[in-house]
């Protein structure tokens, strides 16, 4: 297979109810293409945290239709593909990129303790989050997260993280 | 004390909480739109049983409770709070209480299996390892 066959194409507001929708609908497509528990369990728990992450931390630019969430699940031979972009304010850069440099320093032994180390830390936001979606994402797929900050304006960027599930030496 | 118990819905697992049998049962799938919404009520809970019921137990034996986590999935978020309720389990066991924490797992689901591992680990509790296979 030359070039992936795209599974799942979104782009606009992403509600909680549309994100259901995309799981439901990436869960059929991967029992019809006969994948197995754990590699349905990984695609589903990166979508999870990536969509949700989007939902939960993205800065909808105000007055412009531009910059939307986009997300993309595309199956090649040897991977299925996640990419999920939102704007975000350029302001959050830092740390973000920060804590995905750091989890992408860190072997299935450091995330495991890194996971650990923020669990018990107690802080979780008023929004729920606890700051475990991108180490789980990591610890999950066992590959290396793929980011970029593009541009949008003085105050915006546009956050695109590119997740690799990996489909071989796995027997189902 | 009354029981808790919280219907499943498609985003949110079934809670039942049995003080009456000291059972305590979380199952099924977790991402609640809103997690905090969905957990705090249950860690309230829990402080209140121990208030109420763990409290006045002046008997010289103690408790048996029984945690029966059968969780299909959980998100990072409920992640958290799942910790959360397992150190108020703990709490309880520092205090006399037996604790029995069974962590129910499709027997093809490695991803439910590890995590519950990683969990037990974690709290440095020994969890009993139920796989439950398709159709039983």
């Given at each position: 297979?030359?070039?992936?066959?795209?599974?799942?194409?979104?782009?606009?507001?992403?509600?909680?109810?549309?994100?259901?929708?995309?799981?439901?609908k990436?869960?059929?497509?991967?029992?019809?293409?006969?994948?197995?528990?754990?590699?349905?369990?990984?695609v589903?728990?990166?979508?999870?945290?990536?969509?949700?992450?989007?939902?939960?931390?993205?800065?909808?630019?105000?007055?412009?239709?531009?910059?939307?969430?986009?997300?993309?699940?595309?199956?090649?031979?040897?991977?299925v593909?996640?990419?999920?972009?939102?704007?975000?304010?350029?302001?959050?850069?830092?740390?973000?990129?920060?804590?995905l440099?750091?989890?992408?320093?860190?072997?299935?032994?450091?995330?495991?303790?890194?996971?650990?180390?923020?669990?018990?830390?107690?802080?979780?936001?008023?929004?729920?989050?606890?700051?475990?979606?991108?180490?789980?994402?990591?610890?999950?797929?066992?590959?290396?997260?793929?980011f970029?900050?593009?541009?949008?304006?003085?105050?915006?960027?546009?956050?695109?993280?590119?997740?690799?599930?990996?489909?071989?030496?796995?027997?189902? | 004390?009354?029981?808790?118990?919280?219907?499943?819905?498609?985003?949110?697992?079934?809670?039942?909480?049995?003080?009456?049998?000291?059972?305590?049962?979380?199952?099924g799938?977790?991402?609640?739109?809103?997690?905090?919404?969905?957990?705090?009520?249950?860690?309230?809970?829990?402080?209140?049983?121990?208030?109420?019921?763990?409290?006045?137990?002046?008997?010289?034996?103690?408790?048996?409770?029984?945690?029966?986590?059968?969780l299909?999935?959980?998100?990072?978020?409920?992640?958290?709070?799942?910790?959360?309720?397992?150190?108020?389990?703990?709490?309880?066991?520092?205090?006399?209480?037996?604790?029995?924490?069974?962590?129910?797992?499709d027997?093809?689901d490695?991803?439910?299996?590890?995590?519950?591992?990683?969990?037990?680990?974690?709290?440095?509790?020994?969890?009993?390892?139920?796989?439950?296979?398709?159709?039983?």
């Open positions: 297979m030359e070039k992936g066959e795209v599974l799942i194409n979104h782009y606009g507001p992403l509600s909680y109810e549309e994100i259901g929708f995309l799981l439901n990436m869960t059929s497509l991967l029992e019809r293409y006969n994948f197995g528990i754990t590699i349905r369990k990984k589903y728990s990166a979508m999870v945290e990536s969509l949700e992450n989007i939902y939960k931390h993205q800065d909808v630019i105000k007055g412009s239709n531009n910059y939307q969430p986009k997300f993309s699940l595309i199956l090649e031979k040897d991977k593909d996640l990419t999920c972009s939102n704007s975000l304010l350029k302001v959050k850069i830092g740390p973000l990129k920060e804590r440099e750091k989890v992408n320093q860190l072997d299935k032994a450091g995330l495991k303790e890194f996971y650990k180390e923020v669990i018990l830390s107690g802080n979780v936001t008023q929004k729920g989050g606890a700051g475990l979606g991108i180490i789980n994402i990591a610890k999950v797929t066992e590959n290396k997260l793929e970029t900050f593009d541009d949008i304006d003085e105050q915006y960027t546009y956050f695109t993280l590119r997740i690799k599930v990996s489909l071989q030496n796995q027997n189902n | 004390m009354e029981p808790l118990y919280i219907e499943p819905s498609e985003f949110t697992p079934r809670v039942f909480f049995d003080p009456e049998n000291s059972v305590f049962e979380i199952s799938f977790s991402r609640p739109e809103n997690t905090v919404g969905f957990y705090k009520p249950l860690i309230k809970w829990l402080e209140d049983y121990e208030d109420n019921v763990l409290a006045k137990n002046t008997n010289f034996n103690k408790s048996n409770l029984v945690l029966n986590l059968k299909t999935y959980f998100n990072s978020a409920s992640s958290k709070f799942l910790m959360d309720i397992l150190m108020v389990f703990m709490k309880f066991h520092s205090k006399g209480n037996a604790v029995e924490i069974n962590w129910y797992y027997e093809d490695d991803e439910i299996f590890e995590s519950g591992e990683e969990i037990s680990e974690m709290i440095n509790f020994p969890f009993n390892f139920i796989p439950i296979t398709p159709n039983s």
